[in-house]
């Protein structure tokens, strides 16, 4: 290449990089002009103090859905999600962050969801139970709380699902989480690992790959995948399997991506608060039914179900539980498409509502975006 050409071309790319920076400029200034508007929306409702007044998830997933919906690329929808997510979530924090409780310990998929739907700027508070988490948020100490309640292989989390039979708390939104399983750990190769310390299910998740390419390794389950990224981290030869987030906390390197065996691997997550929300466009409600008798099998249900049919209700999960009120007693939990106060999942429900015992509106909320 002559001389000339490689100036014309150096040329060229300063003039690219000139213009970056001036973008930059441009998004900089409009981010802190973003901010200054979230300023005045809490002024405007008479300076309440703390974010969980401010924060209206209803209204934050009507704008996501809007920000993809008008995406021309080339960044991926879920690129600009993430970063419109990380926005909404400095902004509303200025003056305090949101506290959300979540199955920890730090390092988990639990902590994953918490980042994916509020952002970073969060004070993200770990837990031992789902049962410790209920009641954090519903003695106000965190403001909201992330907790698992169904995996695309493993079924339903019944635990999750028997605490809103007691707690007062409302689902006040839904994440949908792939399950992206890495490997982990301070050495640089694989030729290095003695041993991979990972929950029991990441570990059988990863049964294929782990078999072709580490045969020899030793697999050692562990209480969760956290526990064994803290032995990749303290012990020579000890590789772990979990999340990005694992690799950030305990300071390991991602030895390979992506190593689960079923790329469709997800696990759905509820955010739980102290109130209902409001529509937002495209909702989803969980109730919890039963009747007096539940020991009539399908008939039963057949019963349940028929207002829904009535209506044209999209009926997208149901789970049944023992209802805690005598020895083969059941309750229901469905997951419906609509909001529970719009026409015409309200007259469906009004129908239902009748021929129960018991009835529950656990929450109408945003459908997952993104």
């Known amino acids: 290449m002559a001389d000339g050409d490689k100036n014309a071309d150096a040329s060229d790319l300063g003039k690219i990089r000139e213009r970056i920076n001036t973008v930059d400029e441009k998004i900089q200034a409009l981010i802190n002009e973003r901010a ?10 008479g300076g309440l103090g703390t974010a969980v007044d401010y924060y209206r998830p209803e209204r934050e997933a009507e704008v996501l859905r809007q920000i993809a919906e008008r995406n021309e690329g080339p960044l991926r929808d879920e690129e600009v999600l993430r970063l419109f997510r990380e926005i909404m979530s400095a902004c509303l924090a200025q003056q305090e962050p949101l506290k959300i409780g979540f199955l920890g310990p730090e390092g988990t998929f639990t902590q994953t969801a918490v980042f994916k739907h509020f952002g970073h700027s969060v004070r993200a508070l770990p837990f031992h139970t789902i049962d410790e988490i209920f009641q954090e948020v519903e003695s106000g100490v965190a403001d909201f709380g992330v907790v698992p309640i169904e995996n695309s292989t493993e079924g339903s989390v019944n635990n999750t699902l028997d605490m809103f039979l007691t707690s007062p708390l409302k689902i006040a939104g839904e994440i949908e989480l792939r399950i992206e399983q890495h490997l982990l750990g301070r050495m640089k190769g694989l030729e290095n690992i003695e041993r991979i310390c990972a929950h029991e299910q990441s570990l059988a998740q990863c049964r294929g790959w782990l078999r072709e390419y580490l045969p020899h390794v030793e697999l050692i389950g562990m209480s969760s995948n956290a526990a064994g990224a803290r032995r990749a981290r303290d012990e020579q030869g000890t590789a772990a399997i979990g999340p990005d987030v694992a690799a950030d906390v305990y300071d390991l390197n991602i030895l390979v991506n992506s190593i689960e ?15 209902l929300l409001a529509a937002s466009g495209n909702d989803k409600t969980t109730i919890l039914v039963s009747t007096s008798d539940t020991g009539g099998g399908a008939g039963v249900l057949h019963q349940l179900l028929q207002p829904l049919a009535e209506y044209n209700i999209v009926m997208t999960f149901i789970e049944s539980r023992p209802s805690r009120r005598k020895n083969w007693d059941y309750v229901f939990f469905i997951d419906i498409d609509g909001h529970a106060n719009e026409s015409p999942v309200s007259d469906a429900l009004a129908k239902l509502e009748k021929q129960c015992s018991l009835f529950r509106v656990l929450g109408a909320y945003p459908k997952a975006v993104g």
């Open 36 to 45: 200054r508007y979230a300023q005045q929306v809490g002024v405007a409702k």
């Open 261 to 275: 065996d079923r790329s469709d691997n997800a696990t759905r997550f509820l955010v739980v608060g102290r109130k």
